[in-house]
């Protein structure tokens, strides 16, 4: 595959907890193993001390995924593919928390790996391949969130709120969204409730932060236990995320996307770090 780049637009705000990484991969030929290898951060190692890895799908046919990575720390990663690209990604962004899900994972997995997943690990795939962190010192708007007010979500920024909502994408199934955006496409995001003063660190800082902490938080399983702890997130509701028209009062009235919650429904949980 040739010029595989052109096919992401750096200057979407989607990218940019990604855009260093992206940096460091050739332009002319489609990623292999070796290039992902050589983003890996140093010396990380899984749960039993053996270095992670991006190893050629051909080459583990049959084993189980998160329990090979558990046993080994090799990550099956299928040629040419976007998706297992954009997995690569977020091990190499995002590393402690993706070894506590691999953690989980491996503890919550039945001798046989069986059908029969539970909703720890419906959760934790949920997570994976579409989630995302959403932060903010904002508590009106973070309730908002949690209750799907989407006026108070997304309305615009002034001196009266306290912060406005950040986010960091961790499911590899969005990013490979973002290859061709829609207006209706929606994260399951963790809610975060943070300090102020966190919250006005560098973006370097934060990331950091969240990645160990989160992933300290999962394996004593504090955080989300089920589906329903992550609530949904319109994502091109965000400021700057959807160019195609105005986000404007008529967008976000567009209750295909922006939808109401149903009958009944219960508030999905906030967290502090």
């Known amino acids: 595959m040739k010029g595989w780049k052109t096919r992401i637009d ?9 855009q260093h990484l992206l940096s460091r991969l050739g332009a002319k ?52 593919n976007w998706h297992d690209l954009f997995n690569a990604l977020v091990w190499c962004r995002l590393p402690r928390l993706k070894l506590a899900m691999n953690t989980l994972h491996a503890r919550h997995m039945g001798p046989e790996d069986t059908a029969c997943r539970g909703k720890v690990r419906d959760a934790l795939t949920l997570f994976d391949e579409c989630g995302a962190i959403v932060f903010s010192s904002d508590k009106n708007r973070i309730a908002g969130l949690a209750h799907r007010d989407w006026k108070s979500v997304f309305q615009p920024d002034s001196r009266n709120t306290d912060g406005p909502l950040q986010l960091v994408l961790t499911g590899h199934a969005l990013l490979e969204k973002f290859l061709h955006p829609y207006k209706s496409i929606t994260a399951h995001v963790l809610i975060l409730q943070v300090d102020r003063k966190w919250a006005q660190q560098p973006r370097e800082l934060i990331l950091s932060d969240l990645d160990e902490s989160l992933a300290a938080s999962l394996v004593s399983e504090q955080l989300f236990l089920a589906p329903a702890d992550l609530s949904p997130l319109p994502l091109m509701g965000l400021p700057g995320w959807w160019r195609d028209c105005p986000q404007d009062e008529a967008f976000y009235a567009d209750r295909s996307v922006f939808r109401p919650p149903p009958a009944g429904f219960q508030p999905a949980p906030v967290f502090t770090l």
């Open 29 to 80: 030929d489609f990623p292999d193993v070796r290039s992902l290898n050589g983003l890996v951060p140093r010396n990380l190692v899984n749960r039993k001390g053996a270095a992670i890895q991006f190893r050629p799908a051909r080459e583990l046919a049959g084993v189980s995924y998160e329990k090979h990575i558990y046993q080994s720390g090799e990550i099956s990663t299928r040629e040419d």
């Open 10 to 18: 750096l200057s979407s705000p989607y990218w940019q907890d990604y």
